[in-house]
């Protein structure tokens, strides 16, 4: 299997992606979907006359817009559709803010990330994981959509790179195998805040923060559109360079969706209904707009949790704003979506970073 280093990964000296296909695809533009660099896309100009529910194709750039995407449930967890704009109050850091764009998103194209745990703690579940993940993958992805399969233990391997094929993800995913040993590691890495320490004795274990991280910085932190990364994990991280809030800060940086499926076989990690990891799996969850189900080591559960995702990312809607706070200084502004109806709940990310965009 060709080993590669991903250019422009921030841990290029010490996370190595196994690539199973020689060449990535260049980013996808969806001709549908807002073009922007991280959280922004842009609004059409002021003399120009839209409708609310206009498509984003005609948008004409000339104001920068947030733009985030995120489901409406009631109180017995049912998706609600066919709302407006009217539904809701919307704020940025506690300030009203004026909804521009609203529009239920249910054929913008899909860009998704399946990550597996093949640490060895998955080793009875991982065929299940394979069979119904293949499934899913069937019934989500459409011609303009694509997806790509991680998995992940000791080392990170890229098993396939964006693609629209099913046929090529099922593959990947039968590749996907139990890691039955450990790694040392090579000094020297780099992560967000500088170089990252090297323990100097021991195996790693799961390295679940750190694919995290590569899913988002190098894979969907180029694309455009809808965004989402699904997890297979018992949510317990052994070894990662990074820190969960690493992994968050980077998902919500690429605008990513992050649910986490929580398998856990009960001979590993499992004391008094209590998963090691769970906590930090709900706040990357909650954080990015999606949600930890947790399954156990159920295959029919599993079969509903991914049944549950198809739902909600069909039922998406879309909202966008041009943000009173105009500095784009990299700081966090908290965003919050508020229905009006007090029974509703929105599934939302918890804000977005105000990064600059790069002119072309």
Same mark, same amino acid.
């Given at each position: 299997?060709?080993?590669?280093?991903?250019?422009?990964?921030?841990?290029?000296?010490?996370?190595?992606?196994?690539?199973?296909?020689?060449?990535?695809?260049?980013?996808?533009?969806?001709?549908?979907?807002?073009?922007?660099?991280?959280?922004?896309?842009?609004?059409?100009?002021?003399?120009?006359?839209?409708?609310?529910?206009?498509?984003?194709?005609?948008?004409?750039?000339?104001?920068?817009?947030?733009?985030?995407?995120?489901?409406?449930?009631?109180?017995?967890?049912?998706?609600?559709?066919?709302?407006?704009?009217?539904?809701?109050?919307?704020?940025?850091?506690?300030?009203?803010?004026?909804?521009?764009?609203?529009?239920?998103?249910?054929?913008?194209?899909?860009?998704?990330?399946?990550?597996?745990?093949?640490?060895?703690?998955?080793?009875?579940?991982?065929?299940?994981?394979?069979?119904?993940?293949?499934?899913?993958?069937?019934?989500?992805?459409?011609?303009? $959509? =694509?997806?790509?399969?991680?998995?992940?233990?000791?080392?990170?391997? /890229? &098993?396939? *790179?964006?693609?629209?094929?099913? %046929?090529?993800?099922?593959?990947?995913?039968?590749?996907?195998?139990?890691?039955?040993?450990?790694?040392?590691?090579?000094?020297?890495?780099?992560?967000?805040?500088?170089?990252?320490?090297?323990?100097?004795?021991?195996?790693?274990?799961?390295?679940?923060?750190?694919?995290?991280?590569?899913?988002?910085? $190098? =894979?969907?932190?180029?694309?455009?559109?809808?965004?989402?990364?699904? /997890? &297979?994990? *018992?949510?317990?991280?052994?070894? %990662?360079?990074?820190?969960?809030?690493?992994?968050?800060?980077?998902?919500?940086?690429?605008?990513?969706?992050?649910?986490?499926?929580?398998?856990?076989?009960?001979?590993?990690?499992?004391?008094?209904?209590?998963?090691?990891?769970?906590?930090?799996?709900?706040?990357?969850?909650?954080?990015?707009?999606?949600?930890?189900?947790?399954?156990?080591?159920?295959?029919?559960?599993?079969?509903?949790?991914? *049944?549950?995702?198809?739902?909600?990312?069909?039922?998406?809607?879309?909202?966008?704003?041009?943000?009173?706070?105009?500095?784009?200084?990299?700081?966090?502004?908290?965003?919050?979506?508020?229905?009006?109806?007090?029974?509703?709940?929105?599934?939302?990310?918890?804000?977005?970073?105000?990064?600059?965009?790069?002119?072309?």
């Amino acid at each position: 299997m060709l080993k590669l280093h991903y250019p422009m990964a921030v841990l290029m000296a010490s996370l190595t992606l196994s690539f199973a296909a020689v060449a990535q695809t260049a980013p996808r533009k969806a001709s549908n979907a807002p073009t922007s660099n991280s959280d922004v896309y842009h609004a059409p100009d002021k003399d120009q006359t839209q409708d609310d529910q206009t498509s984003t194709e005609t948008l004409k750039v000339n104001v920068e817009v947030v733009q985030l995407f995120f489901n409406v449930k009631n109180k017995h967890g049912a998706l609600i559709p066919n709302l407006t704009k009217d539904n809701f109050d919307l704020s940025e850091d506690g300030k009203p803010q004026t909804i521009k764009y609203f529009k239920a998103e249910a054929d913008l194209p899909l860009t998704l990330g399946i990550l597996v745990d093949t640490s060895g703690s998955m080793r009875r579940m991982l065929e299940v994981e394979k069979e119904v993940g293949a499934s899913f993958l069937e019934d989500i992805i459409r011609p303009k $959509d =694509e997806a790509f399969i991680i998995s992940f233990d000791t080392d990170i391997n /890229l &098993l396939q *790179d964006f693609t629209s094929s099913v %046929s090529k993800l099922r593959r990947a995913l039968n590749t996907a195998r139990i890691s039955t040993g450990g790694v040392s590691c090579a000094g020297g890495p780099q992560g967000p805040q500088g170089p990252l320490p090297c323990p100097s004795t021991g195996p790693r274990g799961t390295a679940l923060y750190d694919a995290v991280y590569l899913a988002s910085h $190098d =894979e969907l932190a180029h694309e455009v559109g809808r965004k989402a990364m699904i /997890l &297979l994990t *018992d949510g317990q991280d052994e070894g %990662s360079r990074l820190k969960i809030r690493d992994a968050i800060e980077a998902a919500q940086k690429a605008d990513a969706i992050c649910y986490v499926i929580l398998i856990v076989d009960r001979g590993f990690g499992f004391f008094g209904g209590t998963y090691f990891g769970e906590g930090d799996m709900k706040k990357l969850t909650q954080e990015t707009g999606g949600r930890v189900i947790d399954v156990g080591d159920k295959p029919d559960k599993l079969r509903k949790a991914f *049944d549950e995702i198809a739902a909600e990312l069909r039922s998406q809607y879309n909202i966008g704003y041009t943000p009173t706070n105009p500095n784009r200084d990299g700081g966090f502004r908290k965003v919050e979506i508020k229905p009006k109806d007090g029974d509703l709940k929105v599934q939302a990310r918890s804000g977005y970073y105000a990064i600059a965009r790069h002119e072309d």
